[in-house]
T-cell receptor
Framework: DAGVIQSPRHEVTEMGQEVTLRCKPI?????LFWYRQTMMRGLELLIY????????DSGMPEDRFSAKMPNASFSTLKIQPSEPRDSAVYFC?????????????FGPGTRLTVT | GDSVTQMEGPVTLSEEAFLTINCTYT??????LFWYVQYPGEGLQLLLK?????DKGSNKGFEATYRKETTSFHLEKGSVQVSDSAVYFC?????????FGTGTSLTVIP
């Protein structure tokens, strides 16, 4: 398997623009997670899905952020409008769920810079 | 609620030194415990895991033992290499929730 695939790897955009990050999880995995990593706040869970359904979005910072998972092989994280404080590395991860043995497989991340 | 606390870094060691990174947890259920490693410019990778008390996870010379009595899962390696320089995250999963520690940066100097 190719692992979790994220695109783009790097994104530079201007404040106010819409940004869409994409993720393809490992085939057969039923959980998908979106994280944000910054030096100041470390690794933060934004939202996760189980069988394409959002389960917990309490980590989404505000209404400018939205995430969708239209099918088992694709998810997007959208920021509209973007702000400089959204600059971070965004990771997607997937796992094959079980009661107590989640192993999350991370993608390489998308480095977002908002100027 | 559940949480993970790991020692603050950064940690700097000489090559072949012994490594310990402390991790303690709080959980209401029976969690599984993990160590993840993040090399510069990459995503996190699972390093090792343990799913029940007294289990020992091991990989690439790293070890960690699930200690329920002390609620700990300390990461150890007997002889670190320069290539072990990375950020290490302790994590737990419990009843459908997943929690990461804040990460400990390790730098190994020749």
């Amino acid at each position: 398997d190719a692992g979790v695939i994220q695109s783009p790897r790097h994104e530079v955009t201007e404040m106010g623009q819409e940004v869409t990050l994409r993720c393809k999880p490992i085939s057969g995995h039923d959980y998908l997670f979106w994280y944000r990593q910054t030096m100041m706040r470390g690794l933060e869970l934004l939202i996760y899905f189980n069988n394409n359904v959002p389960i917990d979005d309490s980590g989404m910072p505000e209404d400018r952020f939205s995430a969708k998972m239209p099918n088992a092989s694709f998810s997007t994280l959208k920021i509209q409008p973007s702000e400089p404080r959204d600059s971070a590395v965004y990771f997607c991860a997937s796992s094959l769920g079980g009661p107590n043995s989640y192993e999350q497989y991370f993608g390489p991340g998308t480095r977002l810079t908002v100027t | 609620g559940d949480s993970v606390t790991q020692m603050e870094g950064p940690v700097t060691l000489s090559e072949e030194a012994f490594l310990t990174i402390n991790c303690t947890y709080t959980a209401t259920g029976y969690p599984s415990l993990f160590w993840y490693v993040q090399y510069p410019g990459e995503g996190l990778q699972l390093l090792l895991k343990a799913t029940k008390a007294d289990d020992k996870g091991s990989n690439k010379g790293f070890e960690a033992t699930y200690r329920k009595e002390t609620t700990s899962f300390h990461l150890e390696k007997g002889s670190v290499q320069v290539s072990d320089s990375a950020v290490y995250f302790c994590a737990l999963s419990d009843r459908g929730q997943f929690y990461f520690g804040t990460g400990t940066s390790l730098t190994v100097i020749p």
